[in-house]
């Protein structure tokens, strides 16, 4: 297969290119204007209207897959993958049961591979059963596939338990990705402490209870000398922890996801329950510092932690609403439409932070655009204006706070390994 004519986002800048691929991988790349002649039986698509980027990466789903098939499956997860243009997800640990062990793993990427979507990479939970009591099975779960640890919605609330996953972790090339809240702060609070709680009257959390954590993590990471990777950072003290810990050489990288650097908690004042994410929406001046933190390279990655429910679990109360936002299909958008448009990051930064840098941390294949690497290739159109429809989501999931919000920058096209998994109709 040869695509023709895209503008490819490289490590060297944008360039009109073609694209020969050949068993999977990439096997030639030549200016536009010099072509690659196509060969018997090699199929030829035109790309000149489209830009190339570096299959996407998501190294933070939720897939609900065993155990809470209503909300989503692996089949219609990977299929929304690919749609927002993802060709490798991470799926995270709090399934029924969890992912704790070598069967649920190996179940996850062998149903991964009958659906043959996207490629998917489990997370396995730190703890037996998410509980914080005892250590999983870490090496089982290695040997099986996972690419990381993590206790997902949950903190490890043991610090001597936390120091020795840490330990453990590393001793089997893993990394633990922490979810930071000290629930004792949090104290039920389903929305961030501020005006818009006191306005709403619903229950806040100060921004204490992410950035303790987040502390605790650097401290473990620097005493022990050892990697740690932040989940989605919402604070603006949160940012500041990790760039003052990676000048100081401590080995920390961080995410964030499209509704910190897009929304604040002012979405929250018309009771949309759609707008209740953990952490919660913050003020104006955490969006912005999530930005800097994004520009400045504090903050490493964008992922979605995208979080389907079913209908029954957002239409309720808000403070009975279930935490999350589905955001798999939307997040490629939202990133270009604020980062990119917005002049935050050049097209090669945000295919770092969409692509590279998720592989770099977590040591998957992929990232570049490059003779022999995996043919993963997303393909959008960054002139197209779409307005966000839930209804059309191929997701289970269609709690977003986006509905009706107007967006540049449409997936048209999205290939793995060679073979085209999505192309828009």
């Given at each position: 297969?040869?695509?023709?004519?895209a503008?490819?986002?490289t490590k060297?800048?944008?360039?009109?290119l073609?694209?020969?691929?050949k068993r999977?991988?990439?096997a030639?790349?030549?200016p536009a204007?010099e072509?690659l002649?196509a060969g018997?039986?090699?199929q030829v698509v035109?790309?000149?209207?489209l830009?190339a980027f570096?299959?996407l990466?998501?190294?933070?789903?939720?897939?609900?897959?065993?155990?809470?098939e209503?909300?989503?499956?692996?089949?219609?997860g990977t299929m929304?993958?690919v749609?927002?243009?993802?060709t490798?997800i991470?799926?995270?640990p709090n399934t029924?049961p969890?992912i704790?062990?070598?069967?649920v793993?190996t179940?996850i990427?062998?149903?991964?591979r009958?659906?043959?979507?996207?490629?998917?990479?489990p997370?396995?939970?730190?703890t037996?059963?998410?509980?914080?009591?005892?250590?999983?099975?870490?090496?089982g779960?290695k040997?099986a596939g996972?690419v990381?640890?993590?206790?997902?919605?949950?903190t490890?609330r043991?610090?001597?338990?936390m120091a020795?996953?840490?330990?453990?972790?590393?001793?089997f090339?893993?990394k633990?990705?922490?979810?930071?809240e000290?629930e004792s702060l949090?104290n039920?609070?389903v929305?961030h402490?501020g005006?818009?709680?006191?306005?709403t009257g619903?229950?806040?959390s100060?921004r204490?209870?992410?950035?303790?954590i987040i502390?605790?993590e650097?401290?473990l990471?620097e005493s022990?000398?050892?990697?740690?990777h932040?989940?989605?950072?919402s604070t603006?003290?949160?940012?500041?922890l990790?760039?003052?810990?990676?000048a100081?050489?401590?080995?920390?990288?961080?995410?964030?996801c499209p509704?910190?650097f897009t929304?604040t908690?002012a979405a929250i004042?018309d009771f949309?329950?759609?707008?209740?994410?953990n952490p919660p929406?913050r003020?104006?001046?955490?969006?912005l510092?999530?930005?800097?933190?994004?520009?400045d390279?504090?903050?490493?990655?964008i992922v979605?932690?995208?979080a389907?429910?079913?209908?029954?679990?957002?239409?309720v109360e808000y403070s009975y609403?279930?935490?999350?936002?589905?955001g798999?299909e939307?997040?490629?958008a939202l990133s270009?439409?604020m980062?990119v448009k917005?002049?935050?990051l050049?097209?090669?930064e945000l295919?770092d932070k969409?692509?590279?840098?998720?592989?770099r941390?977590?040591?998957l294949?992929?990232?570049?655009?490059a003779v022999?690497?995996?043919?993963?290739?997303t393909?959008?159109?960054?002139?197209?204006?779409w307005?966000?429809d839930?209804?059309?989501?191929?997701s289970?999931?269609k709690?977003?706070p986006?509905?009706?919000?107007?967006?540049?920058?449409r997936?048209k096209?999205?290939?793995v390994?060679?073979?085209?998994?999505?192309?828009?109709k």
């Amino acid at each position: 297969m040869i695509f023709y004519g895209a503008d490819v986002v490289t490590k060297d800048g944008v360039k009109k290119l073609d694209i020969r691929v050949k068993r999977g991988k990439i096997a030639a790349i030549a200016p536009a204007e010099e072509g690659l002649a196509a060969g018997r039986g090699e199929q030829v698509v035109d790309c000149s209207l489209l830009t190339a980027f570096p299959g996407l990466i998501d190294m933070h789903v939720h897939l609900r897959d065993p155990g809470f098939e209503n909300k989503e499956t692996i089949e219609t997860g990977t299929m929304s993958a690919v749609k927002g243009g993802f060709t490798q997800i991470c799926c995270m640990p709090n399934t029924k049961p969890v992912i704790d062990n070598k069967v649920v793993a190996t179940y996850i990427k062998a149903r991964a591979r009958e659906v043959g979507r996207c490629k998917v990479h489990p997370i396995g939970a730190i703890t037996e059963g998410q509980k914080g009591e005892n250590l999983s099975a870490i090496g089982g779960m290695k040997a099986a596939g996972v690419v990381a640890l993590s206790e997902d919605g949950k903190t490890v609330r043991n610090t001597s338990l936390m120091a020795n996953a840490m330990m453990y972790a590393s001793d089997f090339g893993l990394k633990c990705l922490c979810h930071c809240e000290d629930e004792s702060l949090v104290n039920g609070g389903v929305v961030h402490a501020g005006y818009y709680s006191t306005l709403t009257g619903l229950k806040g959390s100060i921004r204490a209870a992410e950035d303790i954590i987040i502390a605790r993590e650097i401290c473990l990471a620097e005493s022990l000398g050892l990697p740690v990777h932040i989940c989605h950072v919402s604070t603006y003290s949160g940012v500041q922890l990790i760039r003052e810990a990676k000048a100081r050489g401590v080995q920390v990288t961080a995410e964030t996801c499209p509704h910190y650097f897009t929304l604040t908690d002012a979405a929250i004042r018309d009771f949309d329950p759609d707008s209740k994410v953990n952490p919660p929406l913050r003020e104006e001046r955490d969006r912005l510092s999530v930005i800097e933190g994004l520009k400045d390279g504090t903050i490493d990655c964008i992922v979605t932690d995208h979080a389907p429910h079913h209908a029954d679990d957002k239409n309720v109360e808000y403070s009975y609403a279930a935490f999350g936002i589905s955001g798999l299909e939307t997040s490629f958008a939202l990133s270009y439409t604020m980062l990119v448009k917005g002049g935050v990051l050049t097209l090669g930064e945000l295919a770092d932070k969409m692509s590279a840098a998720p592989a770099r941390i977590l040591g998957l294949e992929g990232g570049e655009i490059a003779v022999g690497m995996p043919a993963d290739l997303t393909f959008a159109d960054l002139g197209e204006a779409w307005t966000v429809d839930p209804a059309k989501f191929v997701s289970k999931g269609k709690n977003t706070p986006f509905k009706g919000r107007t967006v540049t920058g449409r997936v048209k096209m999205t290939v793995v390994d060679g073979k085209i998994k999505y192309r828009e109709k």
